[in-house]
């Protein structure tokens, strides 16, 4: 395919509409949404927004636009942070959102299948009534097949795992139209090459997900959480690191700067003290809480920790976790016609002090307003930079600025993506992460797997 933009002519159109039953729309709004996400990526509108409802149709979509060398850009929710969902080259947006049934509930085995466009809080919602939840919380309520692609994590994973650990079994369409199923709905498998952990994290340039087996968990009996304040974000950050080699079997443990707590205190009427904060959550029987929940408090004293408080109402709780997960948009509704630049750090623990200390100085010398945060338990941390989206060359300096940080993340023994994935923005990083020889084999797995380069084109790679 070449790098030109496509668009479709009438006929195009008119084949697209038979073949999902008229679910085919060019109306200047539907395009428009479905030719941004939550990054600060210039839209770029589809062509066509084609909706579909089953695998075979997804089947039958991409094997005609392979044939007629359409791009096809998979859509979800459109929370990504990397330009994902953005169609470059115009074409299909592929949208999966009517895709949202809840195929098969197994409590006795912890697992659940779903069609790819069902949201995740919309899946813990029904499972709660079994006494079962789907642990990955990237904050955005994201399609699952979404965060499938992007190779999602949050504030979770350092206790529950990533999308890559979560994902069982997967059914996935090619760019030809084969329908594939990778993977088994059990705990241990040797059997032949890990086909779902390629597809997870690939961003919709090897295949479409339309179905997915996922690993669940049992809710915990009690689930508590505190906050800690810290003098410097020093502190905080190391307090965290030594939290995690302490071995305490904490649920979540997220790091924000001033700046953070001060935006969310204002986005979600807190009354936060506004210093660098750790937010923890511990799950277990009441007795084992309290007890990690005091481990903790010893630890964190060592490293300056002070004013540690309890969140065990349960309301207090989930209050104080959607402040975090509504974090980003705090930054935005403080700084009015900004737009937020999110970087997506991690590295070994023992490196995390010095990587965090690297960005604030860093960042602490240009002109941009900026937050820190993230979660640190795992060494993946956050910054984000503010725009005037008014002015192109402060989105350019930032790229250039972040270009630069995670350069020296990466020398750290650390990469340029710990969730967000590559996307239009990290094209270049990943070859300074992977080396040129590991890149040129993906370009031949994509190869085999998408040899007209329809989908997604320009994400991870360059065409």
């Not at 986005?267 to 929940?293: I, Q």
């Not at 990466?410 to 993506?417: D, F, K, N, Q, S």
Request: proline share 5%.
């Amino acid at each position: 395919m070449t790098a030109d933009r496509i668009d479709l002519d009438a006929h195009q159109l008119a084949d697209l509409r038979v073949i999902v039953d008229g679910r085919v729309s060019t109306n200047e709004s539907v395009l428009d949404q479905h030719g941004h996400d939550e990054s600060a990526f210039p839209p770029s509108r589809p062509s066509a927004v084609v909706m579909v409802n089953s695998t075979e149709e997804v089947s039958r979509v991409l094997a005609y636009c392979n044939t007629e060398q359409i791009p096809v850009v998979p859509f979800g929710a459109g929370t990504s942070l990397e330009g994902h969902v953005v169609p470059i080259f115009g074409g299909v947006s592929l949208d999966l959102t009517n895709m949202n049934r809840i195929l098969e509930i197994r409590p006795d085995d912890l697992l659940v299948r779903v069609q790819a466009g069902v949201t995740r809080m919309a899946l813990n919602e029904k499972l709660s009534t079994y006494g079962i939840f789907f642990s990955v919380d990237p904050g955005a309520d994201a399609t699952l097949g979404g965060m499938a692609a992007t190779g999602a994590a949050g504030t979770t994973t350092v206790r529950y795992g990533s999308m890559r650990e979560n994902v069982m079994a997967l059914t996935a369409v090619l760019a030809d139209g084969t329908v594939i199923r990778t993977g088994r709905e059990t705990r241990k498998l040797s059997a032949g090459y890990d086909l779902t952990r390629l597809l997870v994290g690939s961003e919709g340039t090897l295949a479409v997900i339309t179905e997915l087996s996922l690993r669940l968990f049992g809710i915990p009996e009690k689930m508590g959480a505190a906050v800690v304040r810290f003098p410097t974000l020093h502190d905080g950050v190391a307090a965290a690191s030594a939290v995690v080699r302490s071995g305490v079997p904490i649920a979540r443990c997220e790091f924000l700067d001033a700046l953070s707590i001060r935006n969310i205190n204002a986005h979600d009427h807190l009354s936060l003290s506004e210093s660098p904060t750790l937010f923890f959550e511990f799950h277990g029987s009441p007795e084992s809480v309290m007890e990690d929940g005091r481990v903790v408090q010893e630890i964190l004293s060592e490293f300056h920790g002070t004013e540690f408080e309890w969140a065990n109402d349960e309301g207090a709780r989930r209050k104080l976790w959607q402040a975090r997960h509504n974090s980003h948009f705090a930054a935005a509704a403080a700084h009015p016609g900004k737009k937020g630049v999110s970087t997506d750090m991690a590295v070994p623990p023992s490196k995390l002090a010095a990587a965090v200390a690297m960005v604030d100085a860093t960042l602490s010398k240009q002109p941009f307003p900026y937050t820190i945060l993230g979660h640190v338990a795992d060494g993946n941390f956050h910054s984000q930079l503010m725009a005037d989206i008014s002015k192109p060359e402060e989105l350019v300096a930032i790229r250039k600025l972040v270009h630069e940080m995670t350069l020296k993340i990466i020398e750290m023994g650390g990469t340029c993506t710990g969730e967000h994935g590559i996307g239009a923005g990290k094209i270049d990083l990943l070859v300074a992460e992977t080396g040129g020889e590991a890149v040129q084999v993906m370009r031949g797995i994509k190869a085999s797997m998408d040899p007209n380069g329809i989908l997604n084109p320009g994400k991870i790679f360059r065409n």
